[in-house]
C-alpha cells in the first residue's frame, strides 16, 4: 500500500511542476508574449526564415522575397529585411553576418492596448495588489531619459546558452493622442546585448 500511495503522490508532484512550468511559460495575454514572430525566432537561418514568414503570414506565390533589404552594422555584414503590409503590421529582421536570425520587430499595423495584453501599468505595489491578473514577467521602464515612450521587457534564456529578450514599446507622448502609455505599437525581440558574444559563438559552431 504504502508503494501506491507513494506513486500517487509522486504523480500529483509531478502534475504540480508542469503545471507551473505550463504557467510560466504561456501567458494569460495571449500569443503575442510569444518568443516569435510570425513563427521566426532568434538563431533561425536565413531560407527557414523567410519561408517561415511566407507561410505563416498567407503570402502568395511571387511573394517569396522581402519588400525592401539593405546591409548595416560592423563591416556592412548584417542585412536588415523588411516586409510591408503583412497582416499584423510591418516586420523586419535582421541577420547577423547575412546569415543567422539576431532580431526581429513588428511595428503593428493596429495598436493593441495594454489591458488587452495583461501587461502591469506600473511595477508599483499597488499594481499587484489590485486583484487584476497581470503577466508578471516583465520589467517596466522608459526608453531614455525623456520619458516619452515606455518599455515592457523580459529575457529568457535558450538551450544554446544565450538570452533573447521580448520588449513591448508604447505609443510616444508627442506623436500619440492621449493614453499613450496605455497603448503598444511595436513588438520586439532581440538577443540580450550582454550575451551577444554568446549568440555569435553559437552560430558559428
Do not use: C
Amino acid at each position: 500500500m504504502k508503494i501506491i500511495n507513494n506513486s500517487v503522490g509522486f504523480l500529483i508532484l509531478l502534475m504540480l511542476a508542469v503545471s507551473v512550468i505550463s504557467a510560466q511559460t504561456e501567458s494569460i495575454g495571449g500569443k503575442e508574449h510569444e518568443m516569435n514572430i510570425y513563427g521566426v525566432t532568434i538563431g533561425m537561418d536565413v531560407p527557414t526564415a523567410l519561408q517561415t514568414v511566407f507561410t505563416s503570414a498567407n503570402r502568395q506565390p511571387g511573394q517569396e522575397r522581402p519588400d525592401g533589404k539593405r546591409n548595416e552594422g560592423k563591416d556592412n555584414k548584417d542585412v536588415r529585411v523588411v516586409y510591408k503590409n503583412l497582416p499584423l503590421g510591418e516586420l523586419q529582421i535582421v541577420f547577423a553576418q547575412g546569415k543567422f536570425v539576431k532580431e526581429i520587430i513588428l511595428r503593428y499595423s493596429e495598436t493593441k492596448r495594454v489591458t488587452d495584453l495583461r501587461l502591469p501599468n506600473s511595477s508599483n505595489i499597488g499594481e499587484v495588489t489590485s486583484g487584476e491578473r497581470f503577466d508578471d514577467r516583465y520589467t517596466i521602464g522608459f526608453v531614455d531619459n525623456k520619458k516619452q515612450e515606455k518599455l515592457w521587457w523580459r529575457d529568457a534564456k535558450t538551450d544554446k546558452g544565450y538570452q533573447t529578450r521580448l520588449t513591448f514599446l508604447s505609443g510616444n507622448l508627442t506623436k500619440d493622442t492621449t493614453m499613450w502609455w496605455q497603448t503598444i505599437v511595436q513588438k520586439a525581440i532581440t538577443v540580450k546585448n550582454d550575451d551577444y558574444e554568446k549568440f555569435l559563438k553559437a552560430i558559428s559552431n
